[in-house]
């Protein structure tokens, strides 16, 4: 079997914060937060041909701001109520082939996304009154009904956290600290990230073998970090995404 190279290998000048994809038109956006000069912004590529639809986007709010959700080759974007709390307030919407803003509504807040689209409610009004929009206007097109408008599941999969004695050895180059991988089993493919000490700090490892134990990929995720990272990598229609050093989105066709 052939080895294995990025696909898409996107650097960024700041720490990738969030990741979203929209299943319907394939593209991958992202939320990228420069804490030092409190200044966020955004990218979107498409998955299918790897073209970057936009990037830097930057809003009139420069740090209260992020990823709300993503729909028909949309992204949302809310803002926060305050700097010291989670409260999101508002709604804008920007079209990732155009990088076009469509609409913005201060008042309207987000509550979920269905297969129908998002649902949200007047932030201003008492009760809560919840209404399906249309993402590409912003306007309502009726009320929420809850067995009609059910939630949206995307297609990522992430890979399960087992004990070392879980895998087999052929797949564990490296001794893993804390006796913990993350594993995928994936058609012809075994998926594997994992943390090892050297010299007193930790590194983490992504690695792609074949059924026989063959390194088809190998990749540096993070070197010297003082604590175990979360889940390192998702797959998506045949696709495995991951960061590097939280700077850089790696994408490989399997």
């Known amino acids: 079997m052939n080895r294995l190279f990025p696909f898409i290998y996107k650097n960024y000048h700041a720490p990738i914060w969030r990741m979203e994809i929209d299943d319907s038109t394939q593209t991958l956006f992202l939320e990228i937060r420069d804490h030092a000069n409190k200044q966020v912004s955004f990218s979107a590529i498409s998955l299918k041909t790897g073209e970057v639809y936009f ?3 930057t809003t009139p709010e420069r740090w209260l701001t992020g990823i709300e959700a993503v729909y028909n080759g949309v992204l949302l974007l809310h803002n926060y109520q305050s700097e010291t709390g ?16 469509l609409w913005s509504n201060f008042t309207l807040a987000f509550d979920q996304l269905t297969v129908n689209g998002p649902v949200v409610y007047n932030s201003q009004l008492q009760p809560k009154r919840l209404n399906l929009i249309d993402i590409k206007t912003g306007g309502i097109v009726r009320p929420y009904e809850p067995v009609l408008d059910t939630p949206l599941y995307n297609l990522i999969v ?23 991988v993350h594993y995928i089993s ?8 994992l943390h090892t000490l050297l010299q007193e700090q930790l590194t983490q490892h992504l690695y792609i073998f074949d059924q026989s134990g063959s390194v088809l990929y190998h990749d540096l995720l993070n070197a010297a970090i003082t604590k175990l990272q979360p889940e390192a990598f998702v797959l998506h229609n045949n696709q495995l995404i991951y960061l590097k050093d939280r700077l850089a989105v790696i994408v490989l066709n399997l």
């Open 55 to 57: 990037e830097n986007l």
């Open 186 to 193: 994936y058609n012809s493919f075994r998926i594997v990230s």
């Open 86 to 101: 989670p409260v999101h307030k508002g709604l804008t919407a920007i079209e990732a082939a155009s990088a076009l803003n």
């Open 158 to 180: 992430s890979p399960e956290i087992l004990a070392a004695g879980q895998v087999d050895s052929k797949y564990l180059p490296l001794q893993p600290h804390a006796n913990m």
